[in-house]
């Protein structure tokens, strides 16, 4: 009823720029619900980058805050996360993900969407 797909990833060095994409297969209106873009780096727990909230609220981590923006295209039923001046700790799988409209699930008090992509994987070399 959701389907997410991540493109874009690759390998780059650090202080170059990058961008990502999330096309949404979905019986729901793009737009209507709350999307957005997390991460995960080998041993390190799952963390949110940036999202769009159904109510067109935009946040972005600390973390990447002035490197990272994220944005949408409601006529595509995609979402953008683009990437500048990389870092090395940038490096980790990164993840689409996106709840239904009205939904709104969290795990420890944050948002954490109950459909995801398969993700792609961003490397940043020094």
């Known amino acids: 009823q959701l389907q997410l797909v991540e493109s874009g990833g690759g390998s780059v060095q650090a202080g170059e720029s990058l961008g990502l994409t999330c096309t949404a297969v979905?019986?729901?209106?793009?737009?209507?619900?709350?999307i957005g873009w997390f991460r995960q780096a080998p041993g390190k727990d799952r963390e949110g980058v940036a999202a769009?909230?159904?109510?067109?609220?935009?946040t972005v981590a600390d973390s990447v805050k002035g490197r990272f923006s994220v944005s949408k295209d409601n006529a595509k039923s995609s979402l953008y996360l683009q990437m500048n001046s990389v870092k090395p700790e940038d490096t980790a799988m990164y993840y689409c993900?996106?709840?239904?409209?009205?939904?709104?699930?969290?795990?420890?008090?944050?948002?954490?969407?109950?459909?995801w992509g398969q993700g792609t994987q961003v490397n940043v070399s020094s």
């Open positions: 979905s019986r729901y209106t793009f737009g209507t619900y709350s």
């Open positions: 993900a996106a709840d239904a409209p009205g939904v709104k699930r969290q795990r420890n008090g944050a948002w954490y969407p109950g459909h």
């Open positions: 769009i909230m159904a109510d067109g609220t935009t």
